[in-house]
């Protein structure tokens, strides 16, 4: 990977983003007043476009970094943090090129609304093509925070609040993962319950494979995460993080934030955000007279 002009790969992905998206289903301004609605949305594009672009040079820059450091540092351990910081940059550039897809999505959304009844295909209010030819957006998967037990983050809810409320507990989820208690723990709004419960059931399985292939390869363990997020009004899951993660290999911690970063909602919250809390369990049964981790 060349060195000398980071910015050109980033031009480069802007460029095929552009064209990606806008080549299927291209709305072109013809009326006065759509001429009007797309000079409000380029104000609005531009700059979350130009955003994009500079956190993906810095972070190419980065991952070059990186990637030299893993070719050439002496050690073992020195290499091996040199790749695993190359693999958390190239998550990273996969958030920052969808965000940036998103960026002309929201504003293709809205320079084709006023035109969705003279043209072949319409957007849905994620971006996605619901009708016709045109090729469906799926929006990226959100950036995923994990913390470690020990980081000064409390466990959710310990206290009941007017914002609280319990949306399920004590189930059995895909393999060896287990739902210990769902709670709706912040938020001026609320999602609908079994929406948000079914959005974590549809990633439960992923997030299983995760544990399974852990155990593959290293000793058994227990252990415990508190996934919690914030459903926006927009009908997006934003701000996903993974608690007190009490198992710390890192290629499954990755793992499940990958997993983790692939949660969608098909209805907004009501009233402002709302945000939640899954305590997930990680593990065989747990016998009686075994101690439970919680």
């Not at 956190?55 to 030299?68: C, G, K, M, N, Y």
């Not at 091996?80 to 998103?102: K, N, Q, Y």
């Not at 459903?231 to 997993?259: H, K, M, S, W, Y």
């Amino acid at each position: 990977m060349s060195r000398a002009h980071p910015n050109a790969l980033a031009q480069a992905v802007v460029s095929l983003s552009l064209t990606a998206l806008f080549l299927p289903a291209m709305v072109s301004a013809q009326t006065p007043a759509e001429i009007d609605a797309t000079a409000q949305r380029l104000s609005q594009e531009v700059p979350c476009v130009r955003t994009q672009n500079e956190r993906l040079a810095s972070t190419l820059r980065l991952l070059e970094e990186a990637e030299r450091q893993a070719r050439s540092a002496s050690g073992d351990a020195a290499r091996r943090d040199a790749v695993h910081s190359a693999e958390a940059l190239e998550l990273r550039l996969g958030v920052i090129v969808g965000e940036l897809r998103a960026c002309l999505v929201s504003g293709a959304s809205q320079g084709a609304s006023g035109a969705a009844s003279t043209h072949t295909g319409t957007l849905s209010a994620t971006g996605a093509t619901a009708t016709g030819s045109g090729t469906g957006y799926v929006p990226p998967p959100p950036h995923v925070v994990v913390r470690h037990d020990g980081d000064g983050t409390p466990h959710p809810a310990e206290s009941p609040n007017p914002a609280t409320e319990v949306l399920d507990s004590g189930r059995a989820l895909p393999g060896q993962l287990y739902l210990v208690q769902a709670e709706r723990v912040d938020g001026l709004g609320r999602a609908d319950n079994a929406d948000v419960r079914q959005a974590v059931d549809r990633v439960a399985p992923h997030i299983s494979h995760c544990y399974e292939q852990l155990v593959s390869h290293s000793a058994h363990q227990r252990g415990r995460v508190y996934l919690t997020f914030t459903v926006t009004p927009e009908g997006r899951v934003r701000d996903i993080r993974l608690e007190n993660f009490t198992i710390f290999d890192r290629t499954f911690q990755r793992c499940v934030g990958a997993a983790a970063g692939h949660l969608r909602v098909t209805h907004p919250a009501i009233g402002g955000s709302a945000r939640y809390s899954f305590h997930l369990r990680f593990g065989p049964p747990v016998d009686r007279g075994t101690p439970e981790v919680d």
